[in-house]
């Protein structure tokens, strides 16, 4: 059984930084693209940052420069480094693995940012 495990979100202050950790069971990491989400009430989620199992990134244009995302395949971990953070960064965030064929998501874990 596969499961996506979120942590580090919480409360911030516009400018500060968060790293955000998703934690992976189920034997599916290595072989799995992960990638970081984020969703506010009502609206769609978005792509926030993607990483390849070989390390090829890509970002969100409105984050790109203030986020880099990172794995660690011998810890089954993805992280979301977060830096700069802006009141419009406020969202849930969401931990993404697509392997195998196969689609899964975490929990979520919510991040707000104050002005």
């Known amino acids: 059984q596969v499961q996506l495990v979120e942590s580090g979100g919480g409360l911030v202050q516009a400018g500060g930084s968060l790293r955000l950790s998703c934690a992976a069971s189920?034997?599916?990491?290595?072989?799995?693209?992960m990638s970081w989400f984020r969703q506010a009430p009502g609206k769609q989620r978005e792509l926030v940052a993607g990483?390849?199992?070989?390390?090829?990134?890509n970002y969100a244009n409105s984050v790109r420069g203030r986020f880099t995302i990172s794995r660690d395949n011998a810890k089954n971990t993805v992280y979301l480094q977060m830096n700069s953070l802006k009141a419009e960064d406020t969202y849930v965030y969401y931990c993404?693995?697509?392997?195998?064929?196969?689609?899964?998501w975490g929990q979520g874990t919510q991040v707000t940012v104050s002005s």
């Open positions: 990483i390849t199992t070989g390390g090829i990134t």
């Open positions: 189920g034997n599916i990491f290595s072989t799995s693209y």
């Open positions: 993404h693995a697509f392997g195998r064929g196969n689609s899964y």
